[in-house]
């Protein structure tokens, strides 16, 4: 693709990072999923959008993204089911040969006090956004290390990026099931890249503030909400999808092939405990 093309987001390179590389996008069909699923495909990515609910939104994600050039389909799965997550990598290692980069994306909130939160909602945030994240992690993992490092492709066997949050280590009063599954994420991460690291698969996390999706609209469509939050946020502006995409770019290709096991904040500067700014 050339330089500087109109359709590119002010600010991005049209630079193909990861040309010929093969990555899987959970979650992809909203919000932060689907601006990274369209940015490694315009990094030279071939894509498997991973959707839920909403094929139609999927389909129209795998459209833009092979406007590209580039080969994508859309694929339904729960990342909480096992047989699903399997049967999701499976069908890609068939398909597009190989997996390079797996992109743990899907997420929810069931928000709730404590007192108030039942087993249910606890147990499906859980299942979601941890156990969800290990199941992806462990079939790509699988297939790594099957296939090993193809050195005109990439310097690594694979990598592995978890989408956690600033409440990986900001306490959330409210959300205990949410807060307590990224906490998990940031431990999962660590783990797995102590783990996997000799086998050269990087794994790492990337951790967004507060980005204006779906998940949180609550948060910031009304002026009030949105001035509420800014008080959180240090570089004053809430971040869009792309601040995310663009950063998981940049952690699967090779320019930061030499970082492993770590979270990657993108947050406007959420985790500097802006409480703090005018005294303490
Ligand atoms: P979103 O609601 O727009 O997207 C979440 C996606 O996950 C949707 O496509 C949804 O259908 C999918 N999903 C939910 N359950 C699933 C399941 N069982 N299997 C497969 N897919 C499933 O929200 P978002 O903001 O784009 O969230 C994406 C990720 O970013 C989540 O992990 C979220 O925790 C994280 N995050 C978001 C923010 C933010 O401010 N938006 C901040 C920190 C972290």
Not at 22 to 42: E, F, K, W
Not at 143 to 167: D, L, T
Not at 209 to 216: L, S, V, Y
Request: proline share 4%; hydrophobic share 45%.
């Amino acid at each position: 693709m050339a330089a500087g093309n109109a359709d590119e987001p002010r600010g991005t390179s049209s630079a193909q990072l990861l040309k010929g590389q093969r990555a899987l996008v959970t979650g992809a069909n909203s919000g932060i999923g689907l601006a990274t699923a369209v940015a490694l495909g315009r990094a030279g990515a071939d894509v498997v959008v991973n959707y839920v609910v909403d094929a139609d939104a999927a389909e129209k994600v795998v459209e833009q993204i092979k406007g590209f050039g580039v080969r994508s389909y859309a694929h339904e799965a729960d990342v909480s089911n096992e047989d699903q997550v399997v049967g999701m990598v499976d069908r890609m290692v068939n398909d597009f040969g190989t997996i390079d980069i797996m992109v743990a994306n899907a997420g929810l909130q069931r928000d709730a006090s404590v007192t108030e939160m039942t087993l249910a909602h606890w147990q499906k945030v859980i299942d979601v956004n941890l156990t969800g994240q290990f199941l992806c992690a462990r079939e790509a993992a699988k297939e790594f290390m099957r296939r090993g490092i193809v050195p005109e492709v990439s310097r690594s066997a694979g990598k592995i990026i978890c989408m956690s949050s600033v409440h990986q280590i900001v306490p959330w009063s409210g959300h205990v099931n949410y807060a307590s599954s990224k906490g998990g994420v940031g431990m999962l991460m660590q783990t797995l890249a102590q783990e996997l690291a000799p086998k050269h698969i990087r794994v790492n996390a990337v951790a967004p503030g507060a980005i204006r999706t779906p998940i949180n609209k609550d948060a910031w469509d009304t002026p009030q909400a949105e001035a509420d939050l800014l008080k959180l946020i240090p570089y004053r502006r809430v971040g869009d999808p792309e601040d995310i995409a663009n950063a998981v770019v940049a952690v699967a290709s090779d320019l930061l092939d030499y970082v492993v096991g770590t979270t990657l904040y993108v947050d406007g500067g959420m985790t500097l405990f802006p409480g703090f700014a005018t005294g303490g």
